[in-house]
């Protein structure tokens, strides 16, 4: 019976190993300035969660969901992105502050987009997670385990805002990080129908 220590270790290295783009991620939404943080945070952490949830089921999952299926919703953050990009393309600086505000208003879907975003990104900790859930399947390991990721969730999204709000740091990313945020989750999409499409290939 391996022992709580040596399980929570596990369980940072797994969620380390299968989130380091999530903070490149997350600190490019914050910037953005069109996404309000505490979103930003619940979307995260739905996402988070649902691949938590779908990962616990165990190796049942494997059989009936393979990963390069989760893969293809690297479709949503490509959608999002194109989105975004037109956005910025109609709209001026004079505009942006009204734009900021508009999806502020709007919020369910910044938080939707996010939790799409970190779901759509999540077949690494489905290819992970299941193995890991199937071979520590007691219901105590099962909840230690998913306790350490949604902690390591909060340890990311503090790392990321802590990056972003960073005097040497916060000031090129915020100047960016809106333009950037299409080309990212595009590219990101991109990333992800590919790994997918290997995934299916090798299959």
């Known amino acids: 019976m391996i022992d709580i220590l040596s399980l929570v270790a596990i369980g940072i290295a797994a969620f380390a190993a299968t989130n380091i783009d999530d903070i490149f991620v997350l600190m490019v939404f914050i910037s953005s300035l069109s996404f309000p943080v505490r979103h930003i945070v619940l979307g995260q952490y739905l996402g988070i969660g649902l691949l938590i949830a779908i990962s616990a089921v165990g190796s049942l999952i494997s059989l009936v969901v393979p990963t390069y299926v989760i893969g293809l919703m690297g479709i949503a953050p490509i959608a999002i992105g194109i989105m975004n990009l037109v956005k910025i393309r109609k709209k001026d600086e004079?505009?942006?502050?009204?734009?900021?505000?508009?999806?502020?208003?709007?919020?369910?879907?910044?938080?939707?987009?996010?939790?799409?975003?970190?779901?759509?990104?999540?077949?690494?900790?489905?290819?992970?997670?299941?193995p890991l859930f199937s071979k520590y399947n007691t219901i105590g390991a099962v909840v230690e385990l998913a306790s350490v990721f949604l902690a390591m969730t909060a340890v990311w999204c503090i790392a990321a805002y802590y990056f972003v709000s960073h005097p040497l740091i916060a000031t090129r990313i915020r100047h960016i990080g809106n333009i950037i945020l299409p080309f990212v989750l595009i590219g990101l999409g991109v990333y992800i129908l590919a790994e997918s499409f290997f995934s299916f290939s090798q299959a």
Do not use: E, P
């Not at 999806?103 to 990104?121: E, G, P, W």
């Open 94 to 130: 004079s505009d942006s502050r009204q734009k900021v505000q508009h999806k502020r208003n709007r919020s369910y879907l910044s938080f939707l987009s996010v939790a799409a975003v970190t779901f759509s990104n999540g077949g690494d900790n489905i290819g992970v997670y299941v």
